[in-house]
């Protein structure tokens, strides 16, 4: 069984620790500090830590790897391998280095498509039809090292960003055992990335706003990408409104791009002159909701124009 130690901080790493926890011997967890959240600034603990101690795991929460402390750490705790999972710090060199099989990393994307912090949001903001699991040998790039073990998933054509998190948190977490098993079985075949690529940053409040005068396919990606967070937005009157799903109406119109062609269901016309359906949306103030329940409470009329 391999001595590892787990590097992670969200949601969608603790799948792939409760996984590797059934398979090696986790003599550590490193994950971010608790960071201060909603109106009272609580410390909150990352969900890493959570299942961390509900597993009896030593949790470590440094500041920052560079300064020699976290190296020492890791020498206490003698892993063969370090697992790596949505950490959100740069290993230095010398932590990269120090493991006998030196340090994998669980990536939501399809290598060398989407690095970064960001890819599996970005797989369908880009409209992708597949996406999956890459597990590299982390190196000093982004994302750049050899490839280990790949998985595949088809994406829905209405699939959002979170529900795509979800399904490639569990996909993840079993390739992780797959590969771990490959690797202390010394039967594991490293490959190289190819050197085109494509870049996944960081998703930004900028990115929300709706420009209907797109076409119907990049307004749909951009409401289920951002879904739920940080959300698609647009205006209604002087209130914003978040959009969290949609899907494609099967419509041409000459109405301007942003009109409201049909209150119930709520469609909205495109630049390209079709048509998106707006099915789950929350008002700025209010509650998320279907659409059916949020008009009840009150009418979006045709000829409405949504936009900035």
Not at 90 to 103: A, R, V
Not at 105 to 121: D, K
Request: glycine residues 10%; proline residues 6%.
């Amino acid at each position: 069984m391999l001595n590892a130690v787990f590097m992670g901080t969200p949601d969608f790493a603790v799948n792939s620790l409760n996984e590797a926890n059934k398979i090696c011997n986790i003599k550590g967890v490193f994950t971010q500090p608790d960071k201060q959240k909603g109106r009272g600034k609580k410390l909150l603990p990352p969900p890493v830590k959570e299942a961390a101690q509900a597993l009896g795991i030593e949790v470590f929460q440094p500041n920052t790897l560079k300064d020699g402390q976290a190296l020492e750490i890791l020498k206490k705790l003698e892993p063969d391998i370090i697992i790596v999972v949505a950490y959100g710090k740069i290993l230095p060199k010398e932590i990269l280095e120090y493991p006998k099989y030196g340090c994998i990393n669980v990536h939501a994307s399809l290598l060398p498509a989407y690095r970064g912090a960001a890819p599996i949001q970005w797989a369908v903001l880009g409209g992708e039809k597949e996406s999956g699991i890459t597990i590299m040998q982390m190196d000093e790039g982004l994302d750049t090292g050899d490839m280990l073990s790949v998985a595949k998933l088809q994406i829905g054509e209405n699939e959002t960003g979170g529900s795509l998190h979800d399904r490639l948190a569990v996909l993840g977490a079993e390739l992780l055992c797959k590969t771990l098993a490959e690797i202390e079985a010394g039967s594991i075949n490293p490959v190289k990335q190819p050197d085109e690529f494509t870049y996944a940053p960081m998703l930004t409040k900028e990115l929300c706003p709706v420009d209907f005068t797109k076409s119907a396919a990049e307004v749909h990606n951009k409401i289920r990408g951002l879904s739920p967070y940080p959300a698609a937005m647009t205006m209604f009157g002087d209130k914003r409104l978040k959009l969290f799903s949609s899907s494609l109406y099967d419509k041409q119109t000459n109405a301007k791009p942003g009109e409201v062609i049909s209150s119930y269901p709520l469609i909205i016309a495109c630049g390209d002159g079709k048509c998106v359906r707006i099915d789950e949306l929350q008002l700025e103030g209010g509650k998320r909701m279907d659409t059916k329940s949020f008009l009840l409470g009150r009418k979006i009329e045709e000829g409405t124009v949504f936009g900035f």
